[in-house]
């Protein structure tokens, strides 16, 4: 609050000793003006989600009305009882939906173990190679890290193709084990980020640990692992997130319903409406329902992400 | 335990070898081993539905120079990239000053990154309704205020831009954070002695922090160039009208990585497909070193 506006912090609190000088007037319009500017984006961003839940609480046929109040004109649960399955047909039938319902508890689930099994892995594996990159010494080895990052300048769709030939010919396609393949034992992103924590642990512990008698393993399991618990926290965060947003790769290895995962149902549930009407406030509900787990994660861990951000590009 | 074993165990490199084991596994058989067998793939006419393919040497090559959509998805491409990364990172510059300057909330800078977190298929659709020609609430405010609706995601002139702001509003949030972290390397003496000096705000703006942020600007270029050359998921989603082919209408966003998607998934031309990916992984690593090239990205002024 107190660093809100120069004049304010003279006007409201008059009993404080005048510390600082006056600002001269010029200066607190110019930041009253950045304060407007900085609260119009956040509004702007802010404004869309707010739509899509007016839109998903609203009826289909007062969408064709033209009604644009700030509320649902005629609020309703319909949209999003049709999505989870707990309307009846003729329910879904009067609120406008289509035969082709969007599978949203198996798309769900579906996305659920993707991003799960995909984070365990990723970050198992990823702060294992972390710590040999980082801690440990040995000939060639940033020889070997930068040959894993310039995998990083390897556009995703280069090695798409030859990845899913090779899940044809071992039989994963649309299978969970080949859906998380990839991603499993290592993004080039997870190991760089890593790496850059476990470079800034102190060695005394490690040394300590050493003159105990403690083997490599048992460092990294008692001593790395509880050290760095808050960025491997992050990186899990991080890790979940984006393996949730992955679109490209379950489309292509995994659009058998069994392992589709909700941003490829999503995706399906739109174009599976050719010239009809599009069922805007059922689609609009899906799309809040698919993106409620990543809004919760935030709303829990977000100041995490925030400040994790200034890593994920510099050092 | 045998005295050999423990040799073993206590060798760096072995103990190096086990820890990378896992991620050394997934490195050459989902990184390595796919590049090279995709560089081979481009030399082929692979099919994925056959799974074989057969030397045809630079046959590929010599059809991309020779194809018109290729090079139209290039020139879409590229006039995204140019409207998204102009106005993105300016925007995203103004945005991290601003905060630099006002506050160190994180519950501002939560807001806004919030649309980087968001799956880009729920922006697409997100913004493929607030955007429809006739039902969308854009385009009724626009109404309002007399300018009259636009078709957006339908028009071939205002695809691309559309695209490009929608990735803005995506991104914009994520990129200013960055810029963000740079600004608050910056030491703050730098700017008392400016001040000291009597530079105002937008002479300080042009003398300390933006020479002082090249090499962060220069990695935020590169990352946002980068990622919006292979824009995919919202192109999928958003375009081509409802059931259409993406990349509509009529070819106007096709992006090149729809276009290669189409040709290794739907015309069944993997070889082909393969070629492109090759042509534009090489054209990426040429923009990422010419960036950093221009702008120094890997000196800083700092030191």
Redesign the interface.
């Known amino acids: 609050m107190t660093s809100t506006t120069a004049s304010t912090d003279r006007q409201a609190v008059p009993r404080r000793p005048a510390r600082k000088p006056r600002r001269p007037l010029r200066f607190r319009l110019s930041r009253i003006a950045a304060w407007a500017v900085l609260v119009l984006l956040m509004a702007g961003t802010l404004l869309p989600f707010y739509w899509i839940l007016r839109t998903a609480f609203s009826t289909n046929s007062a969408l064709f009305t033209g009604d644009q109040s700030v509320l649902p004109p005629e609020p309703t649960w319909i949209n999003f009882q049709r999505v989870l399955g707990l309307a009846s047909p003729e329910e879904v039938r009067a609120a406008g939906g289509s035969g082709a319902e969007l599978q949203f508890w198996l798309y769900l689930r579906n996305s659920v173990v993707f991003a799960t099994l995909v984070t365990v892995g990723q970050v198992v594996c990823c702060a294992m190679a972390a710590y040999a990159f980082a801690r440990l010494h040995w000939r060639g080895r940033d020889a070997v890290f930068y040959l894993f990052l310039s995998t990083l300048m390897v556009p995703p769709i280069f090695v798409l193709i030859p990845n899913f030939v090779l899940l044809s010919e071992v039989g994963l396609l649309d299978t969970f084990a080949g859906l998380v393949a990839p991603y499993f034992f290592m993004t080039p992103f997870m190991v760089f980020f890593l790496r850059q924590f476990f470079l800034g642990m102190s060695s005394e512990l490690e040394d300590a640990a050493r003159m105990d008698g403690a083997g490599h393993p048992r460092i990294f399991l008692r001593i790395c692992v509880p050290v760095m618990a808050a960025p491997l926290t992050t990186a899990a965060i991080l890790a979940y997130v984006m393996a949730w947003n992955e679109f490209m790769w379950p489309l292509v290895a995994g659009s058998d319903p069994s392992v589709r995962v909700l941003t490829v149902g999503l995706s399906a549930f739109r174009s599976g409406q050719p010239q009809a009407a599009p069922d805007w406030t059922g689609l609009m509900a899906a799309t809040v329902l698919g993106a409620l787990p990543v809004i919760l994660l935030f709303l829990a861990m977000g100041r995490r992400i925030v400040d994790s951000i200034r890593f994920t590009g510099l050092k | 335990m045998s005295e050999r074993w423990q040799r073993v165990?206590?060798h760096?490199?072995a103990?190096?070898a086990?820890?990378?084991?896992?991620?050394?596994?997934?490195?050459v058989?989902?990184?390595?081993?796919?590049?090279l067998?995709?560089l081979w793939?481009s030399f082929t006419d692979?099919n994925?539905l056959r799974?074989s393919g057969d030397w045809v040497g630079l046959q590929n090559y010599q059809d991309l120079a020779a194809d018109p959509l290729f090079w139209h998805s290039m020139r879409v491409t590229a006039l995204y990239v140019v409207l998204n990364i102009g106005v993105q990172t300016a925007l995203a510059l103004?945005?991290a000053v601003?905060?630099d300057?006002?506050?160190?909330s994180?519950v501002?800078?939560?807001?806004?990154?919030?649309?980087w977190?968001?799956?880009?298929?729920?922006v697409g659709?997100?913004?493929?309704?607030?955007l429809?020609p006739r039902?969308g609430?854009v385009n009724?405010?626009l109404d309002w205020v007399g300018i009259g609706g636009q078709d957006f995601f339908g028009s071939p002139a205002q695809v691309i831009p559309t695209l490009a702001g929608v990735n803005t509003?995506r991104f914009v949030?994520?990129t200013a954070?960055?810029i963000?972290?740079?600004l608050?390397m910056i030491p703050r003496h730098l700017y008392e002695a400016a001040a000291l000096d009597g530079a105002g705000?937008w002479r300080t703006f042009w003398r300390v922090t933006l020479p002082l942020l090249r090499p962060?600007l220069a990695?935020?270029l590169v990352?946002s160039v980068v990622g919006s050359?292979?824009v995919?998921?919202l192109v999928?989603?958003a375009t081509g009208g409802?059931?259409g082919q993406p990349g509509g209408p009529a070819n106007s966003s096709l992006v090149i990585?729809v276009y290669?998607?189409r040709h290794?998934?739907n015309f069944n031309n993997?070889g082909y497909?393969?070629a492109m990916?090759?042509v534009?992984?090489v054209l990426?690593?040429a923009v990422?070193f010419f960036i950093m090239r221009a702008l120094r990205g890997s000196r800083s002024d700092l030191a």
């Open positions: 165990r206590h760096p490199g103990v190096a086990l820890f990378l084991l896992p991620a050394g596994f997934g490195f058989v989902f990184y390595l081993w796919p590049a067998r995709a793939m692979y994925v799974g103004a945005m601003m905060m300057r006002l506050t160190r994180a501002v800078r939560g807001v806004l990154v919030l649309p977190l968001i799956p880009q298929v729920v659709l997100l913004w493929l309704w607030m429809d039902l609430v009724h405010a509003w949030g994520y954070l960055l963000f972290a740079g608050q705000e962060v990695l935020v990352l050359f292979q995919f998921d999928q989603v409802i059931g990585y290669i998607f290794a998934f993997a497909a393969a990916s090759a534009l992984a990426l690593a990422t």
